[in-house]
């Protein structure tokens, strides 16, 4: 099986853009894995390790988003349960019950919004869990994923976790209730796991970055076709590739919040693209995935 660690540093400055420097590394994982546990059921939780190693110690993290490419939905309402496993060594050769019996701690809910369709599903912020390991110095970040709706907790000891080449399973599919997506392992990279940390340099204050205030959002993200973005009433809406290029703007009428639809030329690629919302001296950024 490949072990090949692969990373991404994406450096967003864009001078009179956003106004401010931060940075994404976009980690893919080195292991992944599900294990089913039973007992009034029969859960499927999936482990995702991530070598972090390469992210230079002592950054300000202020934000880590786990994504994964659902493409099976069963019965689900869209929450999620995460935690970390305190488990440098776990890999996919380990047994079941040795991955699941892993300490934890730091757990995130997300209460809804998490793979209720098929494409790309966005965790909420995880930071708590990813600091965990890297304010540690540790090499690896395990994270875990259960349907909070499972109430499945024991593994059966000496059997083998689930370590597919095309299929990460969450939630009880004994009965239908969860969601498959793609593990590190699948043939189309772009639709494995990713973990996107955002951090403010070594040495850049905080302090210094224009105010965030400005609520906005992009839905669906990824999208394949156009994604509408809600601002305040009355923002200028501006979408820029990764080079600073300006593709499109609009302003929202001053009337009421309102969604603003973008959909790009055909001419435009796959990729990550910025939206930025600006009101008055205040301006918000935020990170689409085009997926043609």
């Not at 494409?119 to 540790?138: C, K, M, P, Q």
């Not at 090499?139 to 875990?144: A, E, R």
């Amino acid at each position: 099986m490949r072990r090949v660690i692969i990373f991404t540093l994406t450096m967003l400055i864009f001078a009179g853009v956003c106004g401010a420097q931060t940075e994404e590394f976009i980690f893919h994982p080195c292991e992944d894995v599900y294990i089913k546990t039973f007992g009034g059921g029969e859960g499927c939780n999936t482990f995702i390790k991530f070598d972090i190693s390469a992210l230079a110690p002592g950054q300000t993290i202020t934000n880590v988003e786990l994504g994964v490419y659902v493409f099976n939905v069963g019965i689900w309402d869209g929450d999620m349960l995460f935690w970390n496993a305190n488990n440098q060594t776990w890999d996919e050769s380990s047994t079941a019950s040795e991955i699941w019996n892993s300490p934890s701690s730091d757990t995130v809910s997300q209460f809804s919004g998490f793979g209720e369709i098929v494409g790309f599903a966005v965790s909420t912020n995880l930071a708590d869990i990813f600091n965990r390991d890297y304010e540690a110095g540790h090499t690896y970040c395990t994270i875990v994923m259960k349907d909070p709706d499972d109430e499945t907790s024991m593994s059966s000891p000496d059997t083998d976790p689930f370590d597919l080449g095309d299929t990460l399973k969450v939630g009880d599919w004994l009965f239908g209730e969860g969601i498959m997506f793609r593990p590190r392992e699948y043939s189309d990279t772009l639709y494995v796991p990713r973990l996107v940390v955002t951090y403010i340099p070594l040495g850049v204050e905080e302090q210094k970055m224009l105010p965030s205030t400005v609520e906005i959002t992009a839905f669906p993200n990824p999208f394949n076709s156009s994604v509408a973005i809600t601002a305040p009433a009355g923002a200028e809406i501006e979408i820029y590739d990764l080079l600073g290029n300006r593709l499109w703007s609009k302003t929202i009428p001053r009337s009421a919040q309102a969604n603003l639809v973008w959909k790009p030329d055909e001419n435009i690629p796959s990729g990550v693209y910025i939206v930025r919302a600006a009101t008055g001296n205040k301006s918000a950024t935020k990170r689409i995935i085009y997926l043609k």
